[in-house]
Nanobody, 125 residues
Framework: QVQLVASGGGSVQTGGSLRLSCVAS????????MGWFRQPPGKGRERVAV???????YTADSVKGRFTISRENTKNTQYLQMNSLKPEDTAMYYC???????????????????WGQGTQVTVST
C-alpha cells in the first residue's frame, strides 16, 4: 500500500538548519505532487512548499527565501531544506502526496490524499 515516511526533524537554535526527508512507496509512478505542510502547537495545518514531478515549486510566503523543497524521482523521495530557522517555525512537519495533479500543485493541504506520519521540528531562542 501507499506509504510516506518522514524523517529529519529535531531541535535547533534560532538561525540553525535542518533537512527533512520523505520516502514514498507503493506508488505506481512519480506523476504526482509532493509537498510539505506543518502544524504548530494549538494551530491548524499550514502550507509550506510543494513540488511537481518536473521540479516546479510553490512556496509559502512565510518561508520563502529560507526553505527549499526538492525531490529525487528515482528515489521516490522529497526533501525540505530549512535554513535560518525561527521559533515560529516550531511545528510538526508532514509530507504529503496529491495523486490528482501533475502539471501544477496546490498549496492547499485539503487537496492532498496521502500523508506521512510527521516529524517534529523545534526551534529555540
Amino acid at each position: 500500500q501507499v506509504q510516506l515516511v518522514a524523517s529529519g526533524g529535531g531541535s535547533v537554535q534560532t538561525g540553525g538548519s535542518l533537512r527533512l526527508s520523505c520516502v514514498a512507496s507503493g506508488f505506481t509512478n512519480s506523476n504526482y505532487c509532493m509537498g510539505w505542510f506543518r502544524q504548530p502547537p494549538g494551530k491548524g495545518r499550514e502550507r509550506v512548499a510543494v513540488i511537481t514531478v518536473d521540479g516546479t515549486t510553490y512556496t509559502a510566503d512565510s518561508v520563502k527565501g529560507r526553505f527549499t523543497i526538492s525531490r529525487e524521482n528515482t528515489k521516490n523521495t522529497q526533501y525540505l531544506q530549512m535554513n535560518s530557522l525561527k521559533p515560529e517555525d516550531t511545528a510538526m512537519y508532514y509530507c504529503a502526496a496529491d495523486t490528482n495533479r501533475v502539471k501544477w500543485c496546490s498549496l492547499d493541504p485539503g487537496n492532498y490524499n496521502y500523508w506521512g506520519q510527521g516529524t517534529q521540528v523545534t526551534v529555540s531562542t
